[in-house]
């Protein structure tokens, strides 16, 4: 099973810091946007290799921002939207607020080239 922080364990600046990477961040904008549907790791393959966004989703729930669940062969990865606003009201809010305007992965990848 994998390990996830407690609320009280949650700490600013460790998902600050965590956040700061336009990849990870990228990962939220996609959670925001699909709701709070849980994604399967799958659903992020436009964002990069599966062992690139494999380490980025260890570092999100390492600092408390996703929960990794195990589902058959896949892993299901949703935001701690409760967890977070318990811990630091109107935070996660302000963050989304910015995610969701990133291009989603299609248009990154037209973008790109």
């Known amino acids: 099973m994998l390990q996830h922080p407690t609320v ?4 600013l600046p460790h998902v600050l810091a965590v956040l700061g990477d336009q990849t990870r961040l990228a990962i939220l904008g996609d959670l925001a946007r699909r709701g709070d549907e849980p994604l399967a790791c799958a659903e992020f393959r ?3 290799s599966k062992s690139n966004l494999s380490y980025h989703f260890a ?3 390492e600092a408390g921002v ?6 058959g062969t896949k892993r299901l990865i949703s935001l701690r ?3 977070l606003n318990a811990r630091f009201p109107g935070l996660l809010d302000s ?11 299609e248009k990154r990848i ?4």
């Open 8 to 11: 009280d364990q949650i700490s």
């Open 95 to 105: 963050i989304l607020a910015t995610a969701i305007t990133l291009p989603p992965p």
């Open 59 to 61: 570092k999100l729930r």
């Open 46 to 48: 436009l964002l990069g």
């Open 81 to 83: 939207r409760d967890d």
């Open 66 to 71: 996703i929960r990794v669940e195990p589902c």
């Open 110 to 113: 037209e973008q790109a080239v």
